[in-house]
């Protein structure tokens, strides 16, 4: 086993340790400080996938300004003690369980369907990473990129009126 | 080759997501169960965009501005639901149930 699958598997068992966590944590505060750690194992696994401007954005976006909003709103909501009766009863467990162990499997299987053989794609000589992501997001995909700003406008405006105090 | 160690630990975490969706009555705490289904699904796009070009790297951006739009709108949906019912537990939220 080479060092990049060592700590490929590290970073993976970390991610999926803190999401086990985040999930079972009683505390809502603890289960979005165990996301974070998840977030941040999944932006090192996008390193070594050699996606390393995704990994920047993976810490930016999502540990950096999502999950914030998450820890302000438990703050303003006032739930950072565990509720009694969070996690549901045996029987809903023994579904839960079910279900997801299901799709687990269905994944899993999924997963053998294999790709046509070839190496992976490098970056052409004399470009680094940041070119080859941003040079189609600005030729082929200009449209969805430009169209993705008047969401995130819409989100905003959807957003300051759903918190309106008064509705 | 690190694309089915990746689809691998992809499919966990989503299971987890989803696990942790149907057990938990928690809103914000499902709301960031669906969070992690979205990171799953994007570690299964970077990892197929390593074999197949850089496009599925482009989309995992789009997945991340989608889920910072929805994040917000969710988060301000689950305030208003708090203003009016003074709880997020989904237990007590049964106004559709029949």
């Not at chain 1, 080859?132 to 993705?148: D, G, K, N, Q």
Request: hydrophobic residues 65%; proline residues 4%; aromatic residues 8%.
């Amino acid at each position: 086993m080479d060092g990049t699958l060592i700590i490929f598997w590290a970073f993976a068992g970390l991610a999926v340790l803190s999401g086990l966590a985040c999930i079972t944590r009683r505390s809502p505060v603890a289960s979005a400080l165990w996301l974070v750690v998840t977030l941040f194992a999944l932006a090192a696994l996008f390193v070594l996938l050699d996606a390393q401007f995704i990994a920047v954005l993976q810490v930016l976006v999502y540990a950096g300004a999502i999950m914030v909003l998450f820890l302000f709103v438990i703050m303003l909501l006032n739930l950072g003690r565990a509720g009694p009766t969070d996690l549901k009863g045996p029987l809903g467990l023994g579904v839960g369980v079910f279900l997801a162990g299901l799709l687990l499997m269905q994944l899993l299987v999924l997963r053998q369907a294999g790709l046509a053989p070839g190496g992976p794609v490098r970056p052409p000589l004399g470009q680094g990473m940041i070119p080859s992501v941003a040079r189609p997001l600005f030729t082929v995909y200009l449209v969805p990129f430009e169209i993705t700003s008047i969401l995130l406008l819409a989100a905003i405006v959807g957003a300051v009126v759903l918190a309106k105090r008064k509705l | 080759m690190l694309l089915e160690p990746a689809l691998t630990v992809s499919g966990v975490l989503f299971a987890l997501g989803v696990l942790g969706v149907l057990l938990r009555r928690n809103a914000i705490v499902i709301f960031m169960c669906v969070e992690l289904m979205l990171n799953a699904a994007n570690l299964a796009f970077v990892a197929f965009a390593q074999q197949l070009g850089v496009a599925g790297q482009i989309f995992v951006f789009f997945v991340m501005a989608v889920a910072a739009a929805e994040a917000a709108v969710g988060l301000a949906i689950i305030l208003a639901v708090y203003r009016h019912r003074r709880t997020v537990d989904l237990q007590n939220i049964n106004l559709l149930k029949g």
